[in-house]
């Protein structure tokens, strides 16, 4: 595959389980095909995520990884914060101006968005900067925005979209988050 065929808008969304999970695959694809990639966490701050100790491992010229966000999971107690403070609004401004930096220097071939669709709902950033920035993107990458509740002029701009339907979970059943399985 070329960079010319490259160049669309994916969005893994819904309420099921597996948004991120699609989009790590997608990147193990590409850079299983010799391709450059870069995956930016949004609203994921903390230490709490498995997959960042093998991200850790596959980091060079051909892959990158940003985080940003506050601390919202306690791996100890369980517990998820909720709510908007304006540190995360701030740290939700930071990742839009590491997008815009990506897009300037138009290295890589496939850019993911991880949590940019709820970061966006919750009002962390605004729809139209971050819609300003997205057209400013090389028209060779391919971006991928994940998160629950995409935003209806996120999924018009879209070439595919994917929903995530929750059908069963065993969380309403009293099971917490697991280590390895969900974080």
């Given at each position: 595959?070329?960079?010319?065929?490259?160049?669309?808008i994916q969005v893994?969304?819904?309420h099921g389980?597996?948004?991120?999970?699609?989009?790590l695959?997608?990147?193990i694809r590409a850079?299983g095909r010799g391709?450059?990639?870069?995956?930016?966490?949004?609203?994921?701050?903390?230490e709490?995520?498995?997959?960042?100790?093998?991200?850790?491992?596959l980091?060079n010229?051909?892959?990158k990884y940003?985080?940003?966000?506050?601390?919202?999971?306690d791996?100890?107690?369980?517990k998820?914060?909720?709510?908007?403070?304006?540190?995360?609004?701030?740290?939700?401004e930071?990742?839009?101006?590491?997008?815009?930096?990506?897009?300037?220097?138009?290295?890589?071939?496939?850019?993911?968005?991880d949590?940019?669709?709820?970061?966006?709902?919750?009002?962390?950033?605004e729809?139209?900067s971050?819609?300003?920035?997205?057209?400013?993107?090389p028209?060779?990458?391919?971006?991928?925005?994940?998160g629950?509740?995409?935003?209806?002029?996120?999924?018009?701009?879209?070439?595919?979209?994917?929903?995530?339907?929750?059908?069963?979970?065993y969380?309403?059943?009293?099971?917490?988050a697991?280590?390895?399985?969900?974080?």
């Open positions: 595959m070329t960079r010319s065929n490259f160049g669309k893994y969304t819904g389980k597996g948004k991120t999970t699609a989009s695959g997608l990147a850079l391709k450059k990639v870069v995956i930016i966490y949004f609203d994921k701050g903390g709490d995520y498995g997959e960042r100790k093998v991200l850790d491992n980091v010229v051909n892959f940003y985080v940003t966000g506050e601390k919202r999971f791996s100890q107690t369980k998820f914060r909720f709510g908007v403070m304006p540190e995360d609004k701030k740290e939700a930071k990742g839009l101006r590491i997008v815009e930096k990506i897009f300037e220097e138009g290295l890589m071939d496939l850019l993911i968005l949590e940019i669709n709820p970061t966006i709902n919750l009002g962390m950033l729809i139209e971050f819609l300003k920035v997205l057209d400013n993107r028209k060779f990458m391919e971006v991928v925005l994940t629950r509740e995409a935003h209806p002029r996120i999924l018009s701009r879209a070439d595919l979209v994917t929903e995530m339907k929750l059908v069963k979970h969380y309403y059943q009293g099971t917490e697991r280590e390895g399985i969900e974080y």
